[in-house]
């Protein structure tokens, strides 16, 4: 398995606000992905970060909204830029690691915009 | 479209049955499925997987069973405890460019002493 830490695991933005969440992981990973999750709601795929080039974003996620930086293997970036009330969700990573193929999550970054 | 369905949104059980959790997906070219527990205020623990050249896997208490001809998934929880209670998640994976996982709406497993 993996060890997926990631930061702030809590916090209260005011509307407006961008925030940057960061996902570090302890084993060598594939690939990393981007999801959100809106209260009561599955998970939605927001981009792939590609370490070194411009992450690959779902139909209706946005880099301007959604910046997203990989600079190596284990460590990357989600900003959440501008927020809104809407925008109030859980932001989690997901990597893929090499030994085994599976995929894993972090505990998952929950934004309050107020 | 791009979703993978659940049958039963809520599935309220006793404590030493058996749970059987069901899911519908989408993509018949997708060639990898995985079920997830997520408890409340933590992220998806991963449970159990399944490659598309099976129809069956088994786990400690847990067993998934893949019926490709139909596109069903379900997850069955032998002798379900208290602590199973979590919303459980079917997700499959796509065989995109970039191997996009696809998740269900989940469905909440309530589990009564």
């Known amino acids: 398995s993996a060890v997926i830490s990631q930061k702030p695991s809590r916090d209260i933005c005011q509307r407006g606000t961008s925030l940057t969440i960061q996902c570090q992981v302890d084993s060598q990973v594939t690939m990393m992905f981007w999801y959100r999750q809106q209260p009561g709601q599955s998970l939605t795929l927001i981009a792939t970060?590609?370490?070194?080039?411009?992450?690959?974003?779902e139909s209706g996620f946005v880099i301007d909204k959604f910046p997203i930086s990989r600079p190596n293997l284990t460590f990357s970036t989600l900003t959440v830029s501008n927020m809104s009330p809407e925008d109030s969700s859980i932001y989690l990573c997901?990597?893929?690691?090499?030994?085994?193929?599976?995929?894993?999550f972090g505990e998952g970054s929950w934004l309050t915009v107020v | 479209g791009e979703s993978v369905g659940l049958h039963l949104p809520t599935l309220s059980v006793q404590e030493g049955d058996n749970s059987i959790i069901n899911c519908a997906y989408s993509n018949s070219a997708s060639d990898y499925f995985i079920w997830y527990k997520q408890e409340s205020g933590k992220g998806p623990q991963f449970i159990i997987d399944?490659?598309?050249?099976?129809d069956k896997r088994q786990g400690q208490r847990v067993t998934v069973l893949l019926n490709k001809t139909v596109k069903h998934l379900s997850l069955q929880i032998a002798a379900t405890q208290p602590g199973d209670s979590a919303v459980y998640f079917c997700a499959e994976k796509w065989n995109t460019g970039f191997q996009k996982l696809v998740f269900g709406t989940g469905t909440r497993l309530l589990v009564s002493p």
């Open positions: 997901s990597v893929v690691i090499t030994v085994g193929n599976t995929i894993y």
């Open positions: 399944i490659r598309s050249n099976m």
């Open positions: 970060a590609n370490q070194g080039s411009e992450a690959t974003y």
